[in-house]
């Protein structure tokens, strides 16, 4: 079994601050995407970094894969109350069928 | 971009009774489809597998009696819970996977069990 290890679990920060959050396993995925989930919706996807080393950046938040592609790192610059919810890394892996393995999540809170 | 449409997006029904979730792939046909439980502020639990034209593949610890999965079109799976009991109270997403658009998640259903 898989298993995506995502820290920290809960997150509350003043609107400005910098934050990361960080997706490690001891396993390789041909993929990683990480989503964002606001309450009583499905998860949207944000991202998806193929290439180990790959950092992509989405306005204010920028994404990273592991030279091994085992972990991946999102930041946040300069966070608003808008970027609160709920932050999935999900790594992909094919394993006889393709497989779509889901770390805890980050519960991100952001105040005025 | 991709849409699946997941209905009903809230249901509330008697203990006992069973309740029918439909996953819809819409404008692109999905050979592959995926059903999660999620409790609050917690992760994605994967209960099953749904491959079109056989039998979903469900994760340990499910019941594969009492969660019924049915996918009988590229564009349709349907996840009937039978004889619900309060516990079952959660919210249930589906995600549909293709070739060209990766995953694609429903909205999910808030179910509660009274």
């Known amino acids: 079994t898989q298993l995506l290890e995502q820290s920290p679990q809960f997150l509350s920060i003043q609107e400005g601050e910098n934050l990361t959050v960080y997706c490690n396993s001891s396993?390789?995925?041909?993929?990683l995407q990480w989503y964002r989930q606001e309450p009583g919706e499905g998860p949207v996807l944000l991202v998806t970094v193929v290439t180990g080393g790959e950092v992509k950046k989405l306005k204010r938040l920028t994404f990273q894969f592991g030279d091994a592609r085992k972990d991946s790192s999102l930041h946040i610059t300069a966070a608003q109350p808008g970027d609160t919810g709920l932050y999935l890394c999900a790594g992909y892996s094919y394993s006889g069928y393709s497989t779509l393995t889901f770390g805890k999540g980050t519960m991100l809170l952001v105040s005025p | 971009g991709a849409v699946v449409s997941q209905h009903p997006s809230r249901v509330i029904c008697k203990s006992g009774t069973s309740v029918k979730i439909e996953c819809r792939s819409l404008d692109f046909q999905a050979t592959t489809m995926f059903w999660y439980r999620q409790f609050p502020k917690q992760s994605l639990m994967l209960m099953a597998t749904s491959n079109e034209g056989s039998k979903a593949t469900y994760e340990q610890g499910v019941e594969k009696d009492k969660f019924l999965i049915n996918h009988a079109s590229l564009t349709l799976s349907t996840l009937t819970v039978t004889s619900a009991h309060p516990e079952d109270s959660s919210f249930y997403i589906c995600s549909a996977r293709s070739e060209t658009n990766g995953y694609t998640f429903g909205s999910g259903t808030r179910l509660t069990v009274v």
């Open positions: 396993s390789v995925f041909s993929s």
